[in-house]
């Protein structure tokens, strides 16, 4: 049978989702937790890789098994197996023409930032620190540029190994509050650093760094050398995959 994965995870000690050799990462810890409950050495399959120091709400992974353990309650097998900072929040039997990866319709990842003056020792580890207030405004305007369906090179760093650089963004939303910023990308599929991208794009506009004409030169050209910096992954969290 097909099992389904909610997985939730801290990912400031790991390589990233996908195993490699010189590294620990998500997908070992998960695929070694398998193998404990069910002795069956297994690949689990996630919808996408994180790269490194990146977070999850809301991963989904998948795995084929054997196993007589009921479904819904293979999360608290695995759980036992599993370190502090990587939990599995949820599982269930699905089709097995369901694939974690290649079924997936869009998925919405978050950047969060902070105010203060100073690293504050209970937010560094998942947001990233600001010491003044951008213009969320011209950031809102900016960001209504990039949704919609577009050749998001300029957005991408060197080394990817996508077959386009096409992409579609459903909505970027952009929440202040009382003491930060968060901002929310949901897409079809994302380039490599491509939210970091975005983001650190769409506050050098909020400084008045960049106007927002520069954001449609970046669009029209691909000129990545335009935009904002690549910010931390330490800001970034998958917040949810939908099917």
Request: proline share 3%; charged share 25%.
């Amino acid at each position: 049978m097909r099992i389904k994965l909610t997985v939730s995870y801290d990912g400031t000690n790991y390589s990233g989702w996908q195993v490699q050799p010189n590294g620990v990462t998500i997908q070992e810890k998960l695929e070694e937790a398998v193998k404990a409950v069910t002795g069956e050495t297994v690949r689990v399959t996630g919808s996408g890789r994180t790269d490194a120091g990146v977070h999850a709400v809301g991963q989904i992974a998948h795995f084929d098994t054997k196993s007589s353990v009921p479904p819904e309650k293979f999360y608290k097998a695995l759980n036992v197996y599993l370190p502090e900072d990587i939990k599995v929040v949820k599982s269930e039997c699905v089709n097995d023409d369901f694939n974690a990866c290649i079924s997936a319709k869009k998925k919405t990842y978050a950047y969060s930032f902070y105010f203060s003056d100073v690293d504050l020792p209970l937010k560094e580890r998942f947001a990233v620190r600001i010491d003044r207030e951008p213009n969320v405004e011209l950031m809102k305007s900016a960001a209504k540029m990039l949704v919609g369906k577009h050749d998001f090179k300029a957005f991408c760093s060197s080394g990817s190994g996508a077959k386009t650089t096409v992409r579609t963004i459903y909505s970027i939303k952009i929440k202040p509050s009382i003491d930060g910023i968060g901002i929310f990308v949901c897409g079809n599929g994302f380039l490599y650093n491509m939210v970091r991208i975005i983001v650190g794009t769409l506050l050098k506009v909020g400084y008045g760094e960049m106007n927002i004409d520069g954001v449609k030169e970046m669009l029209l050209t691909g000129n990545r050398a335009i935009g904002g910096k690549t910010l931390p992954a330490k800001g970034l969290r998958l917040e949810k995959v939908e099917y």
